[in-house]
């Protein structure tokens, strides 16, 4: 019974990995970009050595710094202003624990802008060559998936949250952060 598990774990996420390399093979070749990261902003956005800041698709974490954000964030839960804080420094450090220093491939979405509003990279991240960085932090649950514009992963995103938020992963286990997401749909 255990080797039985064991492969049907090995099945799935080699069957993981292929479906994330089949995203970057079916890529045009003049969209993908590569770049080094030489600082995380917060969870769910990061400096380039470069210089270009990329806000990765499909995914939003709480604030950790003082701004417009984090006062919505405030307003749209039952959380105090220390508390959201805190859970942005951790969905920061999770970020930096994995990204901060690595190659990763960047990909932009067919249905979305090239950058935001504050001319930062909207982009699909891949590190370690295969795995897919935005859906990841969303399973780990140091994100949510951010559903107010369309993106081609939105569904894979909202369930990998689902899947965090049931088994109390990252920001879940730690408080109730339900009341939290924003952008409930």
Do not use: H
């Amino acid at each position: 019974m255990l080797k039985i598990g064991i492969l049907v774990c090995l099945f799935l996420c080699l069957s993981f990995n292929i479906n994330q390399s089949t995203v970057i093979r079916d890529t045009p070749s003049d969209s993908i970009e590569y770049g080094i990261v030489k600082r995380i902003i917060d969870g769910d956005t990061f400096e380039l050595e470069n210089g270009e800041r990329v806000r990765l698709i499909g995914i939003d974490t709480p604030e950790k710094y003082d701004s417009d954000k984090l006062n919505k964030d405030i307003e749209m839960s039952s959380k105090d202003r220390e508390t959201i804080v805190q859970l942005g420094l951790m969905a920061s450090d999770y970020a930096d624990s994995i990204l901060s220093g690595k190659e990763v491939i960047l990909i932009p979405d067919s249905t979305n802008s090239n950058r935001d509003r504050y001319k930062r990279l909207l982009r699909y991240v891949y590190y370690n060559d295969t795995i897919f960085f935005n859906l990841q932090i969303i399973k780990d649950g140091f994100a949510y998936a951010y559903t107010k514009y369309p993106f081609v992963y939105m569904e894979e995103f909202r369930q990998a949250e689902r899947d965090a938020r049931e088994n109390r992963k990252g920001l879940w286990g730690n408080v109730d952060f339900d009341e939290l997401k924003p952008n409930k749909k």
